[in-house]
């Protein structure tokens, strides 16, 4: 197995988007070849810009000491994309990330019932009751929640789960040192006590805008299925649905009133053939098969009765 800084050395070269890195190891196998290889090599293999090759030429390391003496420092530890551990549903996406940084327990993702949970920002009374409510009956249920930590929907959900008594995992858009929003440190510190939180980007990056996109690929690539709880008609959260749909994942979301501009994605999801999440088993149902030993029953609700006439 390659050095870890030589992992971190490659993901920090610039001008070599994922897949390109991909095909550098496909090519030579590991990054410590990569980082061995001349300029002529590079060359031959065709697709790289000038910068990409000028970037694969500076061999320093100083830069992956540093970062993995943050690691060291902060309990930060580095799942790689050849790790025996790395999640087989990752590896699977288009541009899987070369590595991730993670706190907290680890997950046999594989063999998780994993949803991601998306949503606005800026919710509704509405949605933030039916993220809170959705996250426990899934947690209680045996799924395994999966969202960002952004105020909103991503929040309530990490919190809904929580209070359900089940561990959740979050994919965060910058250094796991770095708290965003800043008021959110104690549900940081909650995530990574009893769940776990991943990154691709090491300690000491700040959150920027164009990492969310990124990251929200992540997201889905863990999960089975994606459900968005409360969306505009255009919006990141259906960025992640995209991801999801091109990752072959189920897609589900919650409905809303027919003229609320914050249920109008989630309407429009629906009416295009996701699944309508109005209680947990609308979800898990798709699952019960796959994983039998995973899903614990919890007392249904009555069954419906219509109002005497």
């Known amino acids: 197995m390659s050095n870890l800084k030589h992992w971190i050395w490659l993901t920090q070269r610039r001008g070599i988007p994922g897949q390109i890195a991909v095909r550098l190891l496909e090519r030579f196998g590991s990054p410590e070849q990569i980082h061995a290889a001349d300029r002529g090599a590079f060359e031959t293999l065709g697709g790289l810009s000038g910068e990409a090759v000028r970037s694969l030429m500076e061999k320093s390391l100083d830069g ?54 998306v949503g606005a920002r800026k919710a509704t009374p509405y949605g933030v009751d039916t993220a809170s409510r959705l996250a426990g009956e899934l947690s209680r249920r045996g799924a395994l ?23 959740v995992v979050s994919v965060i858009a910058g250094g796991l040192d770095r708290i965003y929003p800043a008021f959110h ?28 996109p990124i990251r929200n690929r992540i997201l889905s690539g863990l999960s089975v299925g994606v459900i968005a709880v409360e969306s505009a008609r255009a919006s990141g959260t259906l960025l992640t649905i995209g991801h999801a749909l091109d990752q072959d994942r189920e897609v589900f979301a919650v409905p809303g009133p027919i003229d609320a501009p914050d249920s109008a994605g989630c309407n429009r999801l629906i009416r295009d053939g996701a699944g309508l999440a109005a209680e947990g088993w609308d979800i898990l149902r798709d699952f019960q098969e796959r994983f039998p030993d995973k899903l614990r029953p919890v007392k249904d609700l009555p069954s419906w009765t219509p109002l005497p006439t």
């Open 64 to 117: 992956a000491d540093r970062i993995l003496g943050d690691c060291d420092r902060l309990g930060i530890r580095l799942l790689t994309l050849q790790d025996a551990t790395y999640p087989e549903r990752l590896k699977a996406i288009h541009q899987p990330p070369m590595v991730l940084y993670w706190k907290g327990r680890q997950f046999a993702f594989d063999e998780e019932v994993a949803i991601a949970m």
């Open 145 to 167: 929640i999966v969202s960002g930590m952004a105020e909103g929907i991503d929040a309530t959900a990490v919190r809904g789960a929580l209070k359900a008594g089940g561990p």
């Open 185 to 212: 440190r104690e549900l940081y510190e909650d995530v990574a006590a009893v769940g776990a939180m991943f990154s691709e980007y090491p300690p000491g990056t700040e959150h920027r805008g164009s990492h969310f």
